[in-house]
């Protein structure tokens, strides 16, 4: 990558690190999966494979896997803000999962890293020793994953989950930050609830008679935001605890 290309995408990732400061974000560690959320492709497949540019690594067979191309700004924005990145991912092969996060440029922006496959292909096991290593309640950690079967099963820790469709993007990442701000905004009023029902009763009497209810205009709040920082910044890229829950059925 050139001067100017590393400048521009350190401007970016450094906007996008100040529009999240702007969010106030409270999340302490986001997770992430590896095969088709950080790249489009299964890294077994890639054993033995050698950078071929900036976003794509070359197995010797000649196929090529590309990296989708804002994760870096991704992973560098929450970095500067803060919060801790982990990835928990049911690649067998861990050493060839590691050898294409170095390959990408990805490892220095990694805190920690579960690469494993769980039972029954499950990763609850991962969140456990995640929990364990990072000393934070699952209720503070948002994981963004390609897989439905995966997103349902974390969630049944108390995490807040984001089901990404073309890989992590800035897009996936506000929208899985509005997910866990209006999460954690409804946890707050029930706590204010349960410590005083009365005050919480005037609060909802008060917001009753506002059209659109205090959560939906709180998302709006967050939607125009998002939506001003898309439209002012371009991604500049290279180159092409104790309780045991059960895991969805295997589908």
């Known amino acids: 990558m050139d001067g100017k290309r590393r400048r521009e995408q350190g401007h970016t990732a450094s906007s996008l690190a100040?529009?999240?400061?702007?969010l106030h974000i409270s999340v302490k560690v986001v997770v992430v999966d590896l095969d088709y959320t950080l790249w489009k492709g299964n890294c077994i497949d890639y054993q033995g494979a050698t950078l071929f540019s900036e976003t794509e690594a070359a197995h010797p067979s000649g196929k090529r896997l590309a990296?989708?191309?804002?994760?870096p700004v991704v992973l560098k924005a929450l970095r500067s803000c803060g919060v801790a990145v982990a990835v928990a991912s049911n690649a067998p092969s861990r050493?060839?999962?590691e050898q294409l996060l170095r390959l990408f440029g990805l490892a220095d922006l990694i805190d920690h890293s579960e690469i494993f496959y769980g039972e029954k292909g499950c990763k609850h096991a991962h969140f456990q020793?995640?929990?364990k290593t990072l000393t934070c309640s699952f209720r503070n950690m948002l994981f963004f994953d390609d897989m439905p079967r995966n997103v349902r099963d974390v969630e049944?820790?108390?995490c807040c989950t984001h089901l990404v469709k073309r890989g992590?993007?800035?897009?996936?990442?506000l929208a899985g930050l509005r997910e866990y701000q209006m999460r954690q905004s409804a946890a707050t009023g029930l706590r204010l609830f349960l410590d005083n029902p009365k005050r919480a009763k005037h609060v909802a009497e008060h917001h009753s008679s506002v059209p659109n209810g205090p959560d939906i205009q709180a998302e709006q709040q967050l939607q125009l935001q998002a939506n001003a920082f898309s439209s002012h910044t371009t991604i500049?890229?290279?180159d092409p605890a104790a309780?045991?829950?059960s895991c969805s059925a295997k589908s």
């Open 236 to 238: 500049t890229t290279t």
């Open 95 to 97: 050493a060839t999962a």
């Open 18 to 22: 100040d529009h999240l400061r702007s």
């Open 129 to 131: 020793r995640l929990r």
């Open 168 to 173: 992590l993007a800035v897009a996936e990442l």
């Open 156 to 158: 049944k820790l108390g």
């Open 243 to 245: 309780t045991t829950y």
């Open 67 to 71: 990296l989708y191309p804002e994760v």
